[in-house]
């Protein structure tokens, strides 16, 4: 260690890895993993939040749910901002992951034409 | 380490606490149960240092929702990762039940046993993995070592140690920064840093916590003290009796040593710091300063008279630094946050927090790190959830071997190292054991003589004779062999030997047996007058047990516990003890099913 600079490289390299450790007033993404939402291909949905969390370095909580009675929308995921309404997105593919994550939780802007429910908050 | 990141992490704490309750098979099986189910790259097992709350061992942490789960058993594994980590649903059997409320608590901030707390020295403890470096310095670790050696001269970092009041918390209380100053005064072409873990109260285990969980604080303590007083040589003084807490060090070391955190040139400061581990065989006397540098050198560890201080005439004659874990727990935070921050919290004349190891008679016992000030009464009955079985309650004992008992009446005394003195205790390294009405106080007494009696080490008269002739007549008094003149006499030899010992193995040993005179001289005199024991615990006083004929039902349970064969069957309806072999040992009181047995 060189220098109190190359420290400061190397955390936050490392922050991202504990990021899920800290705080709670984060965005929450929450994604339906009963049977019928892993059969619909949840999973998938799951890592592809993952990754776009990983490339984009944000700071989300991610969270799962079981069945919610919705089978026939599934893969379904949640967003909640913090303070707003949760919103529930269905009958999800990858890209329409990708597509929220850049509108909905960086941007701010829900995706209508994706979204089948709304929790107010 | 992975690419990717994890959605959920388990934090398992694997203190010596949790793994003796079996945390480490936990962990096995929980590997076992998210490989099963193909979840090993999506959540992260953990494993952390103590949480403090061992009685409820093993804990599991699950974030990013900060479950708490007490307690956890092998076969409860399969349900967490369905329930839990699948699902997301908590499973509430294995929550914390607080014993006030009956309620359960799913989330870790909101335990009355951690509410109350404010975690500066543990603050990473049950947090991080200990053995990661990267961890450490995810959350804002090094970085007051790197402030301080590369923007701080090492006056600077004297001034702000001495202006956040921090005080020593291994017992002594000295004020840490003026340590420093003397230890910087002292001119010479080698100095030394030495962390004091030689953790020796009974029941005390917050020194060991903080190694096992939470190494690299203490590394950074150490680096910063070094660069402060001039310093590039430190040892840590560890007892051999803490394997898990060298096993760890050693690793924080050697990762420290290869990110060049510690060797030569750190920070491009031009400060070189090398830090050795030294293993103690367990001897008590050698958490005194001069006895443990003794120890070091390869003589044997018996205390040396002060002047020379170690700071002028330390280690190998060198200037010598010597702080406890704990106090040096608290620099990074110092440094970092800033003296006023620290000293914001705390006392007048006692700053920051302590942590205390909570044991005895109480509901919730464990690690507690509370601000100085908190009250005795907030300690034992908001953190501590009160007694068992809502005894009453009669006394805490603070300090160990070298504090004293206080009783009921200074329950709101707010606890700080002075306060603790003006009572007739001390702060010592933290132990808290709260003692209920079942409790004798002479006993106890003597049970901390009999330790500071055997960990004498014979050097000086006072203590080695002197603690002699009072456990010889604590033992007279507890067997029912006490008279007239014993509790003056044990007065005067306390007063002298605390007086002329030579260290402070010596100077305090006589303290539990002051102060329980002081609050609870009638509990000597009905030991030696009355030959009765008013709490019931001396078997040698205690009357004989008897059995209520009308409600006894002839089952015949307590003849089986009897370890004397006192009990007989009477007149075919009930049975009888004979007062003449019974010993009062109170295992048919417990035994019998319709409370028919009672003393005296």
Redesign the interface.
């Known amino acids: 260690m060189k220098s109190l600079e190359e420290l400061r490289d190397l955390r936050k390299k490392v922050e991202k890895d504990i990021a899920v450790r800290k705080g709670l007033n984060k965005p929450k993404i929450i994604i339906g993993m009963g049977t019928c939402g892993i059969a619909a291909g949840a999973r998938d949905i799951l890592k592809t939040v993952m990754e776009e969390i990983d490339k984009r370095d944000l700071d989300l909580e991610v969270t799962q749910t079981g069945c919610i009675g919705m089978c026939e929308k599934e893969p379904l995921m949640d967003v909640q901002l913090p303070g707003k309404d949760r919103i529930t997105y269905g009958n999800l593919s990858k890209d329409d992951v990708r597509k929220i994550i850049v509108n909905h939780i960086i941007n701010g802007k829900v995706v209508n034409d994706l979204v089948i429910a709304r929790l107010e908050e | 380490?992975k690419?990717?990141?994890?959605?959920?992490?388990i934090?398992i704490c694997t203190g010596t606490g949790c793994v003796s309750s079996g945390s480490k098979k936990i962990k096995h099986e929980l590997q076992d149960e998210l490989a099963d189910k193909n979840l090993l790259d999506?959540i992260k097992i953990v494993e952390t240092g103590c949480h403090g709350f061992c009685e409820k061992g093993p804990i599991l942490v699950i974030?990013?929702?900060?479950v708490f789960y007490c307690q956890v058993k092998q076969e409860d594994v399969t349900e967490i990762v369905d329930e839990h980590?699948?699902?997301?649903?908590v499973v509430e059997r294995l929550l914390f039940k607080e014993p006030s409320t009956e309620k359960s608590i799913p989330s870790y901030t909101d335990i009355d046993f951690y509410k109350k707390q404010h975690r500066i020295a543990l603050s990473n403890c049950g947090?991080?993995n200990p053995e990661s470096i990267?961890?450490y310095?995810?959350?804002?670790g090094?970085?007051a070592a790197?402030?301080a050696l590369?923007?701080m001269t090492p006056e600077e970092i004297i001034e702000e140690v001495k202006s956040s009041g921090l005080r020593g918390r291994g017992g002594g209380g000295f004020p840490t920064g003026l340590k420093w100053q003397f230890a910087s005064d002292s001119e010479s072409d080698k100095k030394y840093v030495i962390c004091n873990a030689d953790e020796g109260d009974p029941g005390a285990f917050m020194d060991r916590s903080i190694l096992e969980g939470d190494p690299h604080k203490i590394i950074e303590g150490m680096i910063i003290a070094g660069y402060a007083i001039g310093a590039d040589e430190g040892y840590v003084y560890v007892r051999a009796e803490y394997p898990l807490a060298i096993e760890r060090l050693k690793k924080a070391i050697n990762d420290a040593e290869e990110?060049?955190?510690l060797g030569t040139?750190?920070?491009?400061s031009g400060f070189n710091f090398e830090l050795h581990i030294k293993k103690g065989a367990g001897a008590f006397v050698c958490g005194e300063e001069t006895a443990l540098m003794a120890s070091i050198e390869g003589r044997r560890g018996m205390p040396n008279p002060r002047p020379p201080y170690p700071a002028t005439k330390g280690l190998w004659g060198k200037p010598t630094n010597i702080n406890n874990v704990e106090t040096l727990a608290n620099i990074p935070y110092i440094i970092n946050e800033g003296s006023e921050m620290f000293s914001s919290i705390g006392t007048k004349n006692s700053k920051g927090t302590k942590v205390f190891a909570l044991t005895g008679k109480i509901k919730n016992t464990g690690l507690v790190e509370v601000p100085m000030g908190t009250t005795l009464r907030e300690v034992v009955f908001d953190i501590g959830g009160g007694l068992t079985e809502d005894k009453k309650y009669k006394a805490i004992q603070t300090g160990g071997p070298s504090g004293g008992c206080i009783p009921e009446d200074y329950l709101d005394l707010p606890i700080d190292y002075d306060s603790l003195i003006e009572v007739g205790a001390m702060m010592g390294s933290g132990g808290m054991v709260v003692m209920d009405e079942s409790t004798c106080m002479v006993d106890v007494a003597r049970f901390f003589l009999t330790f500071t009696q055997s960990e004498s080490c014979g050097k000086c008269t006072p203590c080695r004779e002197g603690t002699k002739r009072m456990l010889e007549i604590l033992n007279r008094i507890c067997e029912g062999e006490g008279k007239q003149g014993d509790i003056e006499l044990l007065e005067e030899l306390g007063e002298h030997i605390k007086e002329t010992s030579l260290c402070g193995l010596g100077q305090t040993a006589p303290n539990p047996v002051l102060s329980t005179i002081q609050y609870f001289r009638n509990e000597y005199e009905a030991h030696i007058y009355d030959k009765k024991c008013p709490a019931g615990s001396c078997q040698e006083l205690a009357s004989a047990y008897k059995i209520n004929f009308d409600t006894c039902v002839a089952c015949g349970q307590c003849v089986k516990v009897c370890p004397v064969d006192a009990i007989s069957k009477g007149d075919g309806k009930y049975y009888i003890i004979d007062e003449a072999v019974c010993i009062s040992c109170g295992a048919c009181e417990k035994k019998c099913p319709v409370d028919a047995i009672s003393q005296g």
């Open positions: 380490m690419d990717s990141i994890y959605r959920s992490h934090l999506e974030y990013p929702e900060g980590l699948l699902k997301g649903r947090k991080i990267e961890e310095i995810a959350n804002n090094y970085e790197g402030k590369t923007e990110l060049g955190l040139d750190i920070f491009g």
